[in-house]
């Protein structure tokens, strides 16, 4: 079955403990990609990876750092997680052609930084 | 840059009620569109698409036509059940050129909540 892994799915942390959010997709992609989630202001792309080693900014990159050093994998790390980034994240996927472009979505990690 | 704007919800509607959930666009050239919709404690999954003008997507009863006159892409069901209760997201992709990134661009989403 064709999937978006992502753990966890909920995450509560203090402000400044460094965590990091797995994705994992067995489709064998080469575009991935992490989103928030904020009330009114539908999804957000934060980062993006064309193919392995290739990644870069989104429209809200601040605060947020990706490694792709395996096409299945992209992990989401936040260094020092401050209030703000209290949020919804979803990872996608998709094929690099980009006439077949479908994004798969994971079923979200729900991020709370007191 | 490109932007969706969808209305606003919630909308709350009766069983076998027609649901109409205006989206429109501003985007330079011919993005693709698209309607995704995400149920409760879900990921976001693909509901339907449509790449060029006057192409109509359709799946689950539901259906949106690409009109770049209007720059719109409505999506539209005749008879909504409760199972349709969800968040649902319009969405643009870019044209090729513009394709770094492979970057949708969302609406706000709209909450429908479809009661017996």
């Known amino acids: 079955e064709a999937q978006v892994t992502q753990n966890p799915r909920y995450l509560i942390t203090v402000t400044g403990k460094k965590l990091t959010v797995t994705c994992s997709q067995n489709?064998?992609?080469?575009?991935m990609s992490w989103y928030r989630q904020d009330p009114g202001l539908g999804l957000r792309q934060i980062y993006y990876?064309?193919?392995?080693?290739?990644?870069d900014k989104g429209d809200v990159p601040e605060g947020y750092k990706v490694s792709r050093k395996e096409k299945r994998n992209f992990p989401l790390i936040l260094e020092s997680p401050s209030p703000n980034q209290t949020s919804l994240y979803f990872c996608?996927?998709?094929?690099?052609?980009?006439?077949?472009?479908?994004?798969?979505f994971g079923a979200g990690t729900r991020l709370s930084v007191l | 840059g490109d932007s969706v704007t969808q209305m606003e919800g919630p909308v709350t509607l009766s069983e076998e009620a027609f649901l109409t959930i205006n989206c429109t666009y501003t985007?330079?050239?011919?993005?693709?569109l698209f309607w995704y919709v995400q149920y409760p404690g879900e990921g976001l999954q693909l509901l339907l698409k449509a790449t060029k003008a006057d192409d109509k997507g359709s799946n689950k009863g539901f259906e949106a036509t690409y009109r770049k006159e209007t720059t719109s892409f409505h999506l539209e069901k005749g008879s909504v059940q409760v199972s349709d209760s969800a968040v649902y997201f319009c969405?643009?992709?870019?044209?090729?050129?513009?394709?770094?990134?492979?970057?949708?661009?969302f609406g706000g989403g709209t909450r429908v909540l479809v009661k017996p």
């Open positions: 985007a330079t050239g011919y993005p693709s």
């Open positions: 489709m064998n992609h080469e575009y």
């Open positions: 996608a996927s998709a094929d690099a052609d980009w006439a077949k472009n479908i994004q798969y």
């Open positions: 969405a643009l992709l870019a044209p090729l050129i513009k394709a770094a990134g492979n970057k949708l661009t």
């Open positions: 990876s064309m193919n392995v080693e290739v990644t």
